[in-house]
Structures are given as structure tokens and as C-alpha cells.
Nanobody, 114 residues
């Protein structure tokens, strides 16, 4: 069974770069799904798709982050990573990684404190 687990910092300060890693187990990042995505949910709001990486390392990003998002992957570690630069306090959210086949991580709460 494919499982995803996010890992990252306990908190991020405004203007810093948020980095999160998603480790995939029970399957391969190169074969078990074509897309691997990052999604976030601010408190009291809906889910927001941030971007995805596909086989061949093609990346797709939501325009709402205005070019501040970067997604990459390390196939040797079966991981993919999100970097979001210049974060603001409004970007405090639960950040999820997900496969294109519907597998989701549990999502760490990432606070952005001033």
C-alpha cells in the first residue's frame, strides 16, 4: 500500500523559505503515479492546489503563488520536495502531499510566525 509522509520545519518566519519533503513508501515515485502534488489548507478555508511534478520532472504550478513555488524530486530517495519562498503569515496552513492516484499524507501544520 502506497503511503506518503510529509516532513519539514516546525515553524517558518515571514519572508523565509518553507521547505517540505514528502517520502513515498510502499511504491515507487517513478511508477506508481504520474503526478505528485502539493496541496494546502489554511485554517477555516478550502483546499488549495499548489503544484505538481510529473514523470520526466515536468512541473506545474498554481499562478496564485506568483512564481514562489518550486517542486523537485529525488528518485533515489523516493521523495519529492516543496519550496515556497517569501512566505507570509497568511500562508499558515496544513500542507499535504498527494499522489495522482488519491494517496495523501497526513499533512503537517506549518505555522508562519512574525
Amino acid at each position: 500500500q502506497v503511503q506518503l509522509q510529509e516532513s519539514g520545519p516546525g515553524l517558518v518566519k515571514p519572508s523565509q523559505t518553507l521547505s517540505l519533503t514528502c517520502t513515498v513508501s510502499g511504491g515507487s515515485i517513478t511508477t506508481n503515479s504520474y503526478y505528485w502534488s502539493w496541496i494546502r489548507q489554511p485554517p477555516g478555508k478550502g483546499l488549495e492546489w499548489m503544484g505538481a511534478i510529473a514523470n520526466g520532472d515536468r512541473t506545474y504550478y498554481s499562478p496564485s503563488q506568483r512564481g514562489r513555488t518550486s517542486i523537485s524530486r529525488d528518485t533515489s530517495k523516493n521523495q519529492f520536495t516543496l519550496q515556497l519562498s517569501s512566505v507570509t503569515p497568511e500562508e499558515r496552513a496544513v500542507y499535504y502531499c498527494a499522489s495522482g492516484l488519491g494517496h495523501w499524507g497526513q499533512g503537517p501544520q506549518v505555522p508562519v510566525y512574525s
